[in-house]
């Protein structure tokens, strides 16, 4: 049976899980990342944002979403009322694969597990997943099937969408929405980004007031 952690006991549960990382060599990534990206942010929040991998600012830096993508998802943050000191921000895997190419199976099963502990740390209210991989892996986890024809969830089909789910045993919202990178290189998909993030606000202020928020 799980049991409640304080505040503190969050902080040094997800500091092991961050020097477990940087000392994982579970997959291939291990021996071309620069600095591993465990994740950042306030382990007492109630909302979590999870993306697919490190980009070539996040490898240098070994923190989530501090290069274009970042600040643009700052922006995106501020429509829905929130900032980075009120979240969590990591990622599917914690290393970035070269080239920024996309995470493989094998990779994302190795490394997953470190998404799940960190979960059930801060056992957040709200997930949001930032593209299609993250999507794909919380959903399919929490027995959601929208498959594309290339296999795990096409973001196209759930984007914007409110789920709630059982991850683990835990109650969660989870909103998929585009990679902010997404809307860096189209505008179309920078306005939906815009768009979904005012619902991610809308969703998140009835989930904390007692309402699960805007339908499944």
Not at 12 to 36: D, G, H, N, Q
Not at 62 to 73: E, I
Not at 180 to 205: R, W
Request: net charge positive.
């Amino acid at each position: 049976m799980y049991v409640s952690l304080s505040g503190d006991e969050k902080s040094r549960a997800l500091e092991e899980i961050a020097r477990e990382v940087a000392e994982c060599k579970k997959c291939r990534l291990w021996s071309t990342r620069t600095k591993p990206v465990p994740g950042h942010g306030n382990p007492n929040t109630d909302v979590m944002f999870v993306g697919e991998a490190p980009g070539y600012n996040e490898d240098l830096e070994g923190k989530p979403f501090v290069g274009a993508a970042g600040k643009f998802l700052d922006q995106l943050l501020g429509l829905a009322g929130l900032n980075r000191g009120e979240v969590y921000i990591t990622n599917v895997l914690k290393c970035r694969p070269p080239n920024n190419r996309d995470p493989l199976p094998d990779e994302v099963e190795v490394c997953s597990p470190y998404l799940d502990r960190q979960i059930m740390i801060i056992r957040p209210k709200l997930i949001v997943c930032l593209g299609r991989h993250s999507a794909s892996y919380i959903l399919m986890k929490s027995g959601v099937r929208i498959r594309s024809r290339q296999g795990g969830i096409s973001i196209s089909a759930v984007r914007g969408q409110v789920f709630h789910v059982n991850y683990q045993g835990l109650s969660i919202t989870v909103i998929p929405t585009y990679h902010p990178a997404a809307g860096l290189y189209n505008p179309k998909l920078k306005k939906t980004l815009m768009e979904d993030f005012i619902v991610i606000g809308k969703v998140l202020k009835n989930i904390r007031s007692g309402s699960l928020g805007l339908g499944s």
